[in-house]
């Protein structure tokens, strides 16, 4: 069974930081490019982070940039998204999306982060 399993998030104060993970099931992440996404209550879904194969580049959106990093374990078929300095528009549920094809690709189930004093 194809699975994406999202842990890590929590309620933090700003300037906090957490550490998600996303572990894969069914299949084998080095195959894929990896994202993390995030939606907020009553906005569109945004893209927070993406990782190539092999992980050697790293892209992300302009409201996170310099405060996350999003890295891969290839071996353990999880990848990471470390988040530093959060601010209370970073709350949101924070999505593992799996990209292989326009037909081939897989979402977690998510995980819920709140920043928030």
């Known amino acids: 069974q194809v699975q994406l399993v999202e842990s890590g998030g929590g309620v933090v104060q700003p300037g906090g930081s957490l550490r998600l993970s996303c572990t894969a099931s069914?299949?084998?992440?080095?195959?894929?490019?990896m994202s993390w996404h995030r939606q907020a209550p009553g906005k569109e879904r945004e893209l927070v982070a993406t990782?190539?194969?092999?992980?050697?580049?790293?892209n992300y959106g302009d409201s996170v940039r310099g405060r996350f990093t999003m890295s891969r374990d290839n071996a353990k078929n999880t990848v990471y998204l470390q988040m530093n300095s959060l601010k209370p528009e970073d709350t949101a549920v924070y999505y593992c999306?799996?990209?292989?094809?326009?037909?081939?690709?897989?979402w977690g189930q998510g995980t819920q982060v709140t920043v928030s004093s």
């Open positions: 999306n799996a990209y292989f094809s326009v037909v081939t690709n897989y």
């Open positions: 069914g299949f084998t992440v080095r195959n894929y490019v």
């Open positions: 990782i190539t194969r092999s992980g050697g580049r790293t």
